[in-house]
Nanobody
Framework: QVQLVESGGGLVQTGGSLRLSCAASGRTFSNYAMGWFRQAPGKEREFVAAMSRSTLYSGSVKGRFTISRDLAKNTVYLQMNSLRPEDTAVYYC?????????????????WGQGTQVTVSS
């Protein structure tokens, strides 16, 4: 059974930083692209970042967020710097059964339960 478990969310002030983690279990994800998405209240879930052998970022986070992975730990990270109130959302980790990173939500098969990130002004 594939499982993705996010952690690291919380409350932070504008300009602060957080690092999210996503621990994967059930299979080895070295040949899968991993991604982060987020969903703010009343809005659709949107793409944040993805990676396999290359990385992909949304324009709103490029230069502030960094996605990385530790294959030995089967874990993917999202380092978030210079946080803004508009970054407030539930952040979801996702995996697709393809090596190519993608910003399309429907291409991801496995999803975590989400972790809340709140940025205060």
């Amino acid at each position: 059974q594939v499982q993705l478990v996010e952690s690291g969310g919380g409350l932070v002030q504008t300009g602060g930083s957080l690092r999210l983690s996503c621990a994967a279990s059930g299979r080895t994800f070295s040949n899968y692209a991993m991604g982060w998405f987020r969903q703010a209240p009343g809005k659709e879930r949107e793409f944040v970042a993805a990676m396999s052998r290359s990385t992909l970022y949304s324009g709103s986070v490029k230069g502030r967020f960094t996605i990385s992975r530790d294959l030995a730990k089967n874990t993917v990270y999202l380092q978030m710097n210079s946080l803004r109130p508009e970054d407030t959302a539930v952040y979801y980790c996702a995996a697709r059964t393809d090596i190519r990173p993608s910003g399309l939500r429907y291409e991801y098969v496995y999803w975590g339960q989400g972790t809340q990130v709140t940025v205060s002004s």
